[in-house]
């Protein structure tokens, strides 16, 4: 049998495809590595979310090809790019498409039987849950992912998503409750939930957003600690679903709420709900109280001013949102925002980016500055014994996109651990605690 590794780039929802590839093949008895050089094929699973990505994905494929290797391309790349990228890459082995990971292990078998060149993209991606396999995970800590839906049926003017990953597919209720219960069984500490919009899940299903109901099973699992929600929609942010959240003990009080503008001219032109989103965030506020509130931000969509700038500049500046991530506008084809004019200058999309990054730094410390001298959760990651130090995230962090918490303790530690750390130092987006 040949030995496998795989490449990953992109979002959480790539990684859990990453490793359901990884299942399928484990299952088939390929040995799976995950150094590159000791493989004999390699999977890049590519990212084509935005232009740099595209980059990140493609400097991974040229690499492998240097190295000599057969390379299978799956996910967002091929899916977008269609064949044009077989004509581009002719040393690919295999090309598979973002709802056809189901084929991994034939595709694998053929071209290890023949150097042909397999292409198995389907045009109009419907993205299927594979129930059976056990997940292959990459990384294994103190959390770990549960992807509860894919594909969206939103259309937002920048975003090429929906054709990428088809329309909106829930899991099943217990489908998910029961991965939830194995990977707690196995010391997960925290589940974080993801999928294109998760206030959206089971709509497809059940007749009506589910989530409320999914976090109220969830809650039931005794070995959980926390659950995590990720990648909310503003106007399916509903009393009832705030107010569960509130109340169920293991759900995190912390929303990420990506808002992309707060100009009703920008909303407008990227198809957004058209929301006053001060009032938003304050129902959040009075609805969770001490809730973290994370969003993120576009900046240089085409068409946006000065003014409408400003309006986002004085929005972040009365809000104080917790965390907060600024992107500027990524051009991508076949989209509805491609087409519109004027475009704006890359100089200009980097200075407004750059100056809402410094406020929110200067928010954050600010906000940081205040935990000094009060005890907050924390679930540990990484532990040294040998300097009694512990690298952990607070209720208020998820993992991999916002901040830390660095604690000093003589008190036994392992990870995944849910401790109560005091607060002894604070820096832009990083805390230091003693435990």
């Not at 990228?85 to 290890?112: M, R």
């Not at 594909?151 to 990953?165: E, H, S, T, V």
């Not at 939830?180 to 196995?186: D, F, N, P, S």
Request: hydrophobic share 35%; aromatic share 8%; proline share 4%.
């Amino acid at each position: 049998m040949k030995t496998i590794a795989l490449i990953n780039h992109g979002c959480a929802k790539n990684l859990i495809d990453s490793e359901l590839m990884l299942g399928k093949l484990a299952q088939a008895g390929y040995k799976i590595t995950l150094d590159e050089t000791k493989a004999d094929i390699v999977i890049i699973n590519t990212c084509s979310f935005i232009n740099d990505a595209e980059k990140e994905s493609v400097a991974s494929i040229f690499d492998m090809i240097k190295a000599g290797k057969k390379i299978v391309i799956t996910g967002c790349l091929p899916q977008k790019h269609k064949k044009e990228l077989q004509e581009l890459i002719p040393e690919a082995s295999a090309f598979l498409g973002t709802s056809d990971i189901d084929k991994i292990v034939d595709v694998i078998k053929k071209i290890t039987k023949d150097n042909k060149v397999k292409y198995e993209v389907n045009d109009n991606p419907e993205y299927i849950y594979p129930e059976n396999v056990e997940r292959q995970q990459i990384t294994m800590g103190a959390s770990s992912y549960i992807k509860i839906a894919d594909g969206c049926d939103f259309n937002c003017g920048y975003c090429i998503i929906p054709q990428l990953r088809g329309p909106y597919k829930s899991r099943k209720i217990e489908n998910i409750v029961k991965e939830a219960k194995e990977l707690a069984e196995k010391g997960t500490s925290e589940i974080v939930l993801i999928a294109q919009d998760t206030t959206s899940y089971g709509k497809d299903i059940y007749g009506k957003p589910y989530l409320a109901e999914l976090l109220t099973e969830l809650n039931k699992i005794e070995e959980l600690s926390w659950i995590r929600i990720m990648y909310t929609y503003p106007s399916l942010l509903t009393d009832e679903l705030l107010m569960t959240i509130n109340k169920l003990d293991k759900v995190v009080k912390y929303i990420d709420v990506p808002l992309q503008h707060v100009s009703k001219n920008m909303l407008k032109l990227m198809n957004r709900p058209i929301m006053d989103y001060k009032k938003l965030i304050k129902k959040i506020r009075k609805l969770i109280p001490n809730c973290a509130i994370r969003t993120t931000f576009i900046t240089g969509y085409p068409n946006e001013t000065e003014q409408d700038f400003n309006e986002l500049y004085n929005f972040i500046k009365e809000m104080k949102i917790d965390r907060l991530g600024v992107f500027e506008f990524s051009r991508e084809k076949n989209t509805k925002a491609y087409s519109l004019k004027p475009q704006i200058s890359a100089k200009i999309k980097k200075q407004r980016k750059n100056t809402l990054m410094k406020l929110q730094q200067e928010i954050s410390k600010s906000l940081n500055k205040k935990l000094i001298g009060k005890k907050i959760e924390c679930i540990a990651e990484t532990v040294n014994e040998e300097n009694n130090t512990i690298i952990a995230r607070s209720y208020k962090d998820a993992p991999e996109v916002d901040g830390l918490v660095y604690i000093n303790t003589k008190t036994p530690v392992i990870p995944g651990d849910i401790i109560t750390a005091k607060i002894t130092g604070a820096k832009q987006y990083d805390l230091i605690a003693i435990y």
